[in-house]
């Protein structure tokens, strides 16, 4: 069953609630964004923390750690490419390959797909496909996490003239 969240709200008010394809309210998803100390906490709709992801680090490419029940279940950190990104969750053993030009990424354990994440509508709402239950709590935080890192930039993202291609 695929879930989807909407990006504004979650950029603007910092709280968006995660739908089912009914659009039934499943999960809420909050946040904060700065320079340090950003991350999201996914919560029920009774308001009990399932999850959160939070940053350890700061620079180009920050480190952010997942826990569920204040227990850190791995670390994400960013590694960008020039068309194709990386990403590695560590304890979880998950490998992300995504396209930074589409925002389309797929997290892989072996060789099993964990889950697929891909915007819709324009990018308005990024819909979380393949999700098992066992994944779901890693895996939604780190499907916001994955927006936030196509959020906040990237030269090639920024329309920045001196880097077009044609």
């Given at each position: 069953?695929?879930?989807?969240?909407?990006t504004a709200?979650?950029?603007?008010?910092?709280?968006?609630?995660?739908?089912?394809?009914?659009?039934?309210?499943?999960?809420?998803?909050?946040?904060?964004?700065?320079?340090?100390n950003s991350?999201?906490?996914?919560t029920?709709?009774?308001?009990?923390?399932?999850g959160?992801?939070?940053?350890?680090s700061?620079?180009?490419l920050?480190r952010?750690?997942l826990?569920?029940?204040n227990?850190?279940?791995?670390?994400?950190?960013q590694?960008v490419?020039i068309?194709?990104e990386?990403?590695y969750v560590?304890?979880l053993n998950w490998?992300i390959?995504?396209?930074?030009?589409?925002?389309?990424y797929?997290v892989y354990h072996?060789?099993?797909v964990?889950?697929?994440v891909?915007?819709?509508?324009?990018?308005?709402?990024?819909?979380?496909?393949?999700?098992?239950p066992?994944?779901q709590?890693?895996?939604l935080l780190?499907a916001?996490i994955l927006?936030?890192?196509s959020r906040v930039?990237?030269?090639?993202?920024?329309r920045?003239?001196?880097?077009?291609?044609?």
């Amino acid at each position: 069953m695929p879930l989807y969240f909407e990006t504004a709200p979650l950029q603007q008010s910092g709280i968006t609630p995660i739908y089912d394809h009914h659009h039934h309210n499943q999960f809420l998803i909050s946040g904060r964004r700065g320079l340090f100390n950003s991350g999201y906490r996914l919560t029920d709709l009774a308001q009990h923390e399932l999850g959160e992801i939070r940053q350890q680090s700061i620079g180009l490419l920050p480190r952010y750690a997942l826990y569920q029940a204040n227990h850190q279940t791995g670390t994400i950190k960013q590694m960008v490419g020039i068309w194709n990104e990386f990403a590695y969750v560590s304890q979880l053993n998950w490998m992300i390959m995504g396209n930074l030009t589409t925002d389309t990424y797929r997290v892989y354990h072996g060789v099993s797909v964990v889950m697929s994440v891909a915007p819709v509508r324009g990018g308005q709402i990024i819909a979380i496909g393949d999700l098992s239950p066992d994944n779901q709590v890693n895996g939604l935080l780190v499907a916001v996490i994955l927006n936030h890192f196509s959020r906040v930039g990237h030269p090639l993202k920024a329309r920045n003239p001196n880097l077009l291609f044609d």
